[in-house]
């Protein structure tokens, strides 16, 4: 049977030579032969060496932790004295100006042994209360306050008994004061204990409402 045109013998065909020539068909197995393309393997020593460095990174830090550790707890415990000692002497300032007082009531009574002058001992502890009044008002705004004749305030005062009313009074006044009260700054730190008239039945404006009932 006669071969139509165009067509060729197997053989032919794969005889043709490829493009790329006969040494691309043979490099895979080239490169399987001679080991090429793998992974090389890592030398034992190589490795020892690395897990001995990554050993001694670890050290170190660990190290480092401890030491960080450490200086927090230091660092913690001495602003815990801090604050403790900062309660403890808080008031230093103020006990400081408190001994001067103190040194001049020991001149006071050494005075008064020696002259046995009442006079010249009222007078001293009188100009003594005035110089300490003075100082705890000027450096730490303690003041005392006058309630007698004041119009009763109960922020400012503390009732603790009743007198007369008075007849011209719109509110209760301030009759007595029996214990002075004091402010810290525009707070009061202690309320003074007055005697405070009897309330006044109303004003001539309540009049006015009762009698229009």
């Known amino acids: 049977m006669s071969r139509e045109n165009g067509d060729r013998p197997a053989a ?5 030579p490829s493009e790329f020539g006969e040494d691309a068909v ?11 393309g793998e992974p090389a393997a890592v030398p034992q020593e190589d490795f020892e060496a690395r ?4 050993e001694i990174q670890k050290n170190e830090l660990n190290d480092q932790l401890l ?16 604050k403790e000692d ?5 008031n230093s300032d103020l006990l400081t100006d408190l ?25 001293g502890i ?4 005035k110089q300490f009044t003075s100082m705890l008002e000027r450096k730490y705004g303690l003041k005392r306050f006058e309630s007698t004749g004041e119009e009763f305030d109960p922020e400012r005062h503390q009732a603790i008994s009743v007198g007369d009313k008075l007849p011209d009074a719109q509110a209760q006044v301030v009759l007595e004061d029996y214990q002075k009260g004091y402010m810290l700054h525009d707070r009061v730190l202690r309320p003074a204990k007055v005697k405070v008239s009897l309330e006044p039945a109303g004003n001539a404006q309540n009049d006015e409402i009762e009698g229009d009932k």
């Open 12 to 16: 032919e065909e794969d005889s043709t």
């Open 99 to 123: 001994i001067s007082i103190i040194d001049d009531f020991e001149r006071a009574i050494r005075s008064s042994e020696e002259s046995k002058d009442f006079d010249s001992l009222h007078a």
């Open 51 to 54: 897990l001995q460095e990554l």
């Open 126 to 129: 009188e100009m003594i209360e």
């Open 67 to 82: 030491r960080k550790q450490a200086d927090f707890e230091n660092f913690r415990k001495r602003i815990f004295r801090e």
């Open 86 to 90: 900062a309660i403890k002497f808080a």
């Open 26 to 36: 043979n490099v895979p197995q080239q490169q399987a032969e001679s080991g090429e």
